[in-house]
Structures are given as structure tokens and as C-alpha cells.
T-cell receptor, first 111, second 113 residues
Framework: GDKVKQSPSALSLQEGTNSALRCNFS?????VQWFLQNPRGSLMNLFY???GTKENGRLKSAFDSKESYSTLHIRDAQLEDSGTYFC?????????????FGKGTKFSLIP | DMKVTQMPRYLIKRMGENVLLECGQD?????MYWYRQDPGLGLQLIYI???????SEGDIPKGYRVSRKKREHFSLILDSAKTNQTSVYFC????????????FGSGTRLLVI
């Protein structure tokens, strides 16, 4: 089965609303990264996390290694937040700095 | 401006032809990666390079090889391309060890006909 599972697979919300994306790991992860792939296809790094929380503007992410999950919260969503969000985990035993990706959450904004 | 540069952006090749995808980075990152992205499958690791001439297979290395002769440059080679290698290929780089957040290139769309 998938080592990194993202939910939901798709999300469609109105502008200005808040949302939460989740990533569950079937085995222990040491670090997590979140990426946004915009509609043009470019992948941007949003967060690099060891266990704990980080915040950047309207985005906030948390990684709980004991409970094996990570979340990405988007506050006051804007059109430029549209795209596909990927989480990826560094899993011990798979190789140094090697990430295992989830299949993504497709995020759409309704104006 | 710190970035990862991929060339070319778009490529059309005939089955059986050789393909060379190039990737460069200006951040002195030790580690570089090649991924392919297909609908429904997400990002799959093809090869990882920990430094010059220090390359390891990823999850789907069959049909590909790589070359890293300089730290800032990592090439992906398809010898005798197949139609199932039609995909979007992404290169990425990172520092090795802690704070190894990835920087991705813009991708190369390869169509093998």
C-alpha cells in the first residue's frame, strides 16, 4: 500500500475560506516537505518540517512524527493558492534525503 | 537567483532514438534527483545522485541512466526511448543531511512517438 496517503484527493472551495489538507504515513517519517504544483506545472517548496510547526503568511503546517501525520492549513484562500499540493516524507531505510511522495490534493478556488 | 534549470522544456522523439535531458543548479547542492510525473501516479524517483559520480537507483531506474561529472550538473539519458517513457521529467536538488529542502526545476515534457 501507499506509504504516504494524502486526503482529500480534491477540494473545491470559495475564495476567502479556510481549509486543511492531511498527510498520513504508514511507517515512521523523519522529515516532511510540502509542495505546491501550480496550474503551469511548476513545483514550489512550501515547507520543510522536522517534528513541529511552521507558519508562512496564510499557510501553516504541522508534523507529528509520533502519530505519523502532517497537516497543511490554508487560511483565507486566494486564487493564487490553486493547484495540486503534495506532501513528501523522508522515511528511514529508504536512503538519505530520499522523499516518498503522496499522490496529491487538487485544490480549486471558486471566485 | 538560486534555481534549478532544466533543458529542454519540450521534446518530441521517435521510438528508438536516444534522449538527453539536462539539469543544472547554482546552489552547490550535493544531492540531485530525477523524477517522472504521470497522471494518477504522482512523482516517482528515477535516480538520485549524492555527488559527482555517486549515483543510486531510485524506484523506477529501468530504461534510464544518469551522469554527474560536475556537482552543478546532472543528466538523464534514455537509450532507445520507448513510448511508455512519455512523461514529464523533473530534476531537483538539495543539500545533503539536515535542512535538505528540495528545489525543483520547471520540468521537461517528453513525448515519444
Amino acid at each position: 500500500g501507499d506509504k504516504v496517503k494524502q486526503s482529500p484527493s480534491a477540494l473545491s472551495l470559495q475564495e476567502g475560506t479556510n481549509s486543511a489538507l492531511r498527510c498520513n504515513f504508514s511507517i515512521a517519517a523523519t522529515t516532511v516537505q510540502w509542495f505546491l504544483q501550480n496550474p503551469r506545472g511548476s513545483l514550489m517548496n512550501l515547507f520543510y518540517l522536522v517534528p513541529g510547526t511552521k507558519e508562512n503568511g496564510r499557510l501553516k503546517s504541522a508534523f507529528d512524527s509520533k502519530e505519523s501525520y502532517s497537516t497543511l492549513h490554508i487560511r483565507d484562500a486566494q486564487l493564487e493558492d490553486s493547484g495540486t499540493y503534495f506532501c513528501a516524507a523522508e522515511i528511514p531505510g529508504t536512503g538519505s534525503n530520499r522523499l516518498t511522495f503522496g499522490k496529491g490534493t487538487k485544490f480549486s478556488l471558486i471566485p | 537567483d538560486m534555481k534549478v534549470t532544466q533543458m529542454p522544456r519540450y521534446l518530441i522523439k521517435r521510438m528508438g532514438e536516444n534522449v538527453l535531458l539536462e539539469c543544472g543548479q547554482d546552489m552547490s547542492h550535493e544531492t540531485m534527483y530525477w523524477y517522472r510525473q504521470d497522471p494518477g501516479l504522482g512523482l516517482q524517483l528515477i535516480y538520485i545522485s549524492y555527488d559527482v559520480d555517486s549515483n543510486s537507483e531510485g524506484d523506477i531506474p529501468k530504461g534510464y541512466r544518469v551522469s554527474r561529472k560536475k556537482r552543478e550538473h546532472f543528466s538523464l539519458i534514455l537509450d532507445s526511448a520507448k513510448t511508455n517513457q512519455t512523461s514529464v521529467y523533473f530534476c531537483a536538488s538539495s543539500y545533503r543531511g539536515r535542512d535538505s529542502d528540495y528545489t525543483f526545476g520547471s520540468g521537461t515534457r517528453l513525448l515519444v512517438i
